[in-house]
């Protein structure tokens, strides 16, 4: 089939009138060759595939315009150009479309991708394919999985993605995770707990397809190879769009730190915020980011310490800290970053970024402290957590989620609405808006806010119009987790054929992480940062509005994280006009001018 596309601009084009859908008059269009065409990458061997442009007129008429058209696909990962000729290089697969524009006049046909292929992690026998095709199935020898979750949702531009398993007395296996376009297979020999990833070229490719997948494990003992064993099917989902946004997040183990981490560029691995010589010499927490990512408040000392903010593109000190120290344990900016929301001792303040004076005192309700502020994503509401516990403000007792209103034009703020009342053995805290503004997700314990064994993640709708909902499958039920200060990624997805809305939350957790240990301290073992999805609209049907939780697969593993922060990018210089450049913005300058 030759798809067109003709009548972009009828002045342009001279196409004439429509008539609303029965109008099948010719008219001048480009068709492509070949049509719809289907190529097989086989173990990432590039594969060219030629194409013709014909400009085909309303009467008739045929020419051949390929040396005067331009070609392109709809995403750059599938190939790359070279004139009319595309490499297609199988890093992504499914279907796609091809585009010729020669002048007003366009065309476009479809193009499928097959990927296959398989890689060896480590030393396996040379022939551990065809044993694995040789072999007949033994339920008794199947390895079970053990992570990711069955079930798990997550984004293509994830990075590595892990696959752990165990209980089984093989010692060779065959990893796979495949739908109808692509077949990735990765061979691995160990005995007892075992794991491997999936490179984040290799997952990008099998996500590539927004489609179901399935994960198996298969595992045979090469001794005696006639028999295999496969582990139960596991499905892995994947969102329709890429998750976008910079997180920078807290290392409190073995050394105290902010890391800082860009979605839109996951070849580029995590890295310290602060360099010297702008890292401060004394501890430094509770950190906030303004939505934009150009600046970053933060409290030095530990707890109870002198609060700061700093430019982050160029390290310069907003609010002096040597000398005349103002001080604070958490901060929230306005969307401008003009102003933000400090808390000291139970008392919060609005103040400027510039200087860091204060604009106005923030009552509370009678005989209540404050703590944990979060200001809305529009700037017209601020949420925190109120206590009658006389504590400090990093670790409370008795948390209820409060909001009220805020009008930046006048610095005012309304009345205080108590939208999660605390309650015996369900205290509250860390609220976060979602991107959209329409619910907070906050931290629910049986004890104080500060990494309490209990912690849970629950979500509550802003306007408090459904009770309190826990994110149940994000939680899970095994075990004392820590699952707290929950955060949300800053830009909604959507996910399924029916573009079913989702949201990204993140949040730290100290549960098992398949079969790699986790790091410990003198504190017990140290958490990592964790991933799930929310899906709103099951929230408001009355169902689970969770998916399994994905480990964030960039972090340290040697190291404790926790309070990840977003932004909606990483924001790394400035440009000489001043504005912000960006992480995302430097890859692809480096990439362009790599390309001259």
């Known amino acids: 089939m030759k798809t067109v596309l003709a009548c972009i601009a009828i002045a342009a084009i001279g196409c004439g009138p429509s008539k609303r859908g029965d109008d099948t008059s010719p008219t001048t269009h480009i068709e492509i060759e070949p049509a719809d065409a289907t190529v097989t990458i086989v173990n990432g061997a590039a594969v060219v595939e030629d194409y013709t442009a014909t400009l085909v007129t309303a009467s008739g008429d045929r020419s051949d315009v390929t040396a005067s058209t331009t070609f392109t696909v709809a995403d750059s990962t599938y190939g790359s150009w070279t004139g009319p000729a595309l490499t297609v290089t199988g890093g992504a697969a499914g279907p796609t479309q091809i585009v010729a524009s020669s ?50 949702t997550i984004p ?35 005995s007892g707990p075992v794991y491997t990833d999936y490179l984040a070229s290799e997952w990008y490719a099998l996500a590539s397809t927004h489609s179901e997948l399935t994960l198996t494990v298969a595992g045979l003992v090469t001794a005696n ?31 105290q730190g902010i890391m800082r981490y860009d979605m839109s560029t996951p070849d580029v691995p995590p890295a310290s915020f602060f360099t010297n010589p702008a890292q401060p010499t004394s501890c430094v927490g509770c950190h906030g980011l303004s939505r934009d990512g150009t600046k970053i408040a933060l409290t ?32 929230t900016f306005t969307p ?11 008392q919060m303040s609005l103040r400027s970024t510039n200087g860091g004076a204060v604009v106005a005192a923030i009552p509370s309700s009678a ?50 609405t108590t939208l999660v009342p605390n309650a015996s053995g369900a205290s509250n805290y860390y609220p976060s808006w979602s991107p ?3 619910w907070i997700a906050f931290t629910r314990t049986t004890g104080n806010s500060y990494a309490d064994p209990s912690a849970e993640v629950w979500v509550v709708k802003a306007d408090g119009s459904l009770p309190p909902i826990q994110l149940a499958l994000a939680d899970t039920t095994t075990g004392s987790l820590e699952n707290s200060w929950a955060r949300w990624a800053p830009f909604p997805q959507s ?38 999805p929310f899906y709103p609209d099951r929230a408001i049907a009355g169902t689970d509005p969770s998916g399994p939780a994905f480990r964030v697969p960039f972090q340290d593993l040697a190291t404790g994280n926790h309070i990840a922060q977003w932004t909606d990018a990483v924001v790394i210089a400035r440009k000489a006009d001043g504005s912000p450049l960006t992480q995302a913005e430097a890859v692809a300058n480096a990439k362009a001018n790599a390309k001259r």
């Open 300 to 331: 030095l000392d530990s707890g109870d310490g002198r609060g700061t903010i700093f430019d982050v593109a160029s390290y310069n000190v907003m609010v002096p800290y040597a000398t005349n120290p103002q001080y604070w344990n958490f901060a």
């Open 156 to 190: 293509p531009n994830l990075g590595e993605l892990d696959v752990h398993w165990q209980g089984a007395s093989d010692d060779l296996f065959e990893v796979e995770m495949h739908n109808q376009y692509v077949d990735l297979k990765i061979y691995k020999a160990g």
């Open 103 to 152: 002048g007003a006049n366009m065309g476009m046909t479809s193009l499928t991708v097959m990927v296959q292929g398989f890689r060896n992690d480590g030393a396996v026998p040379a022939n551990a394919a065809d044993l694995f095709g040789a072999a007949t199935e033994n339920a008794a020898i199947a390895p079970t999985l053990a992570y990711p979750a069955n079930g798990v």
């Open 436 to 438: 959209d503004g329409q």
């Open 367 to 416: 005989g209540m402290l404050a703590t944990h502020p979060e200001m809305s994503p529009d700037g017209t509401r601020l949420a925190n957590v109120e206590t009658t516990a006389d504590s400090e403000d990093f670790q409370v007792e008795d948390g209820s989620i409060v909001t009220r209103t805020f009008d930046q034009a006048t610095n005012t703020f309304g009345a205080v």
């Open 336 to 346: 401008d970053a003009s102003e933000l929301v400090t808390v000291f001792e139970g």
């Open 225 to 255: 190879p006639a028999q295999k064993g496969t582990s139960a099917p596991q499905t892995v989902e994947v969102t329709n769009e890429d998750i976008a946004g910079g997180m920078y997040y807290w290392t409190n183990e073995p050394t």
């Open 495 to 532: 996910f399924g054929s029916n573009d079913e809305p989702l949201f990204y939350l993140t949040f730290s957790s100290i549960r098992p992480f398949g079969v790699r240990p986790l790091s410990t301290s003198v504190y017990g073992t140290d958490p990592q940062l964790w991933m799930a």
